[in-house]
């Protein structure tokens, strides 16, 4: 399968961050700066594969957001936001921060200290469960849908208040040197796709698999889990757990 088609999903999760921060390189100007209080303040959240990842750290996204104008802000220089001890003060010159890993089912800490010295907390509870793709699983043989209509079964953690999204899922042909080969393809990424219940689900990936051919291909699927936890000392927070799974398979008629 070619390499270009394991493109990395912390990449595209963050490059409307990325733009954002060419915009402000290209046009010279300074980020907004924010002299507000944590209560006036949303604070945007997305933990890369907490679910998936095997290392002892996790990949977080933060951005900070004037809750009055929406309008994305930076904090003063003698401010700074930790998560679990770990530095990850927004800045529009770094993309994504480390943070030590929780398990499902524990919590992350952030703590932000605005100028004055005012510190205020945020916990962020990881919902119990895990993220996983049930059927195709690797190495299974799939035969190229007739009815141009793929069942994918998966499973995700059910939080206790909020919501899951399936937010892109792939079925690619593998074998780009065979014409055609056109992969099948739901939703964008970095973009919020279609709420499912948590738990286990079936999405049905319709498309045109006749550009399909059998050989080496895979399945793959994006699911986002949102909670919006309410012990925090910030206007609003909004957080995201966004983890990817994959099964290389071989396509058959």
């Not at 963050?14 to 507000?36: D, E």
């Not at 933990?47 to 104008?69: H, P, R, S």
């Not at 910030?234 to 983890?243: G, Y």
Request: hydrophobic share 35%.
């Amino acid at each position: 399968m070619s390499p270009a088609s394991h493109r990395s999903r912390s990449f595209w999760l963050v490059l409307p961050v990325l733009a954002i921060a060419l915009a402000i390189w290209a046009c010279g100007s300074t980020p907004a700066v924010t002299h507000k209080a944590a209560p006036q303040l949303r604070l945007e959240i997305t933990f890369t594969a907490q679910y998936t990842g095997n290392t002892d750290i996790v990949l977080v996204n933060v951005k900070l957001y004037d809750n009055e104008t929406n309008q994305l802000v930076f904090a003063p220089a003698d401010a700074h936001l930790t998560c679990e001890g770990a530095d990850v003060t927004p800045d529009y010159r770094k993309i994504l921060w480390e943070c030590p890993r929780q398990p499902a089912g524990g919590a992350y800490h952030f703590v932000y200290t605005d100028e004055h010295g005012t510190a205020t907390s945020a916990v962020i509870p990881v919902p119990k469960g895990t993220v996983a793709l049930l059927a195709p699983r690797p190495g299974d043989k799939v035969v190229i849908p007739a009815n141009n209509t793929l069942d994918i079964r998966y499973r995700t953690p059910i939080p206790p208040s909020g919501s899951v999204s399936v937010d892109e899922v792939r079925a690619l042909c593998g074998d780009t040197t065979r014409s055609p080969c056109s992969d099948v393809t739901f939703g964008q990424p970095f973009k919020t796709g279609t709420t499912v219940p948590g738990g286990d689900g079936v999405f049905q990936l319709t498309g045109d698999f006749s550009s399909i051919q059998p050989g080496e291909g895979s399945v793959d699927i994006t699911v986002g889990v949102h909670v919006s936890p309410s012990q925090n000392g910030f206007a609003r927070v909004d957080v995201t757990f966004t983890d990817s799974v994959a099964a290389p398979i071989t396509w058959t008629r």
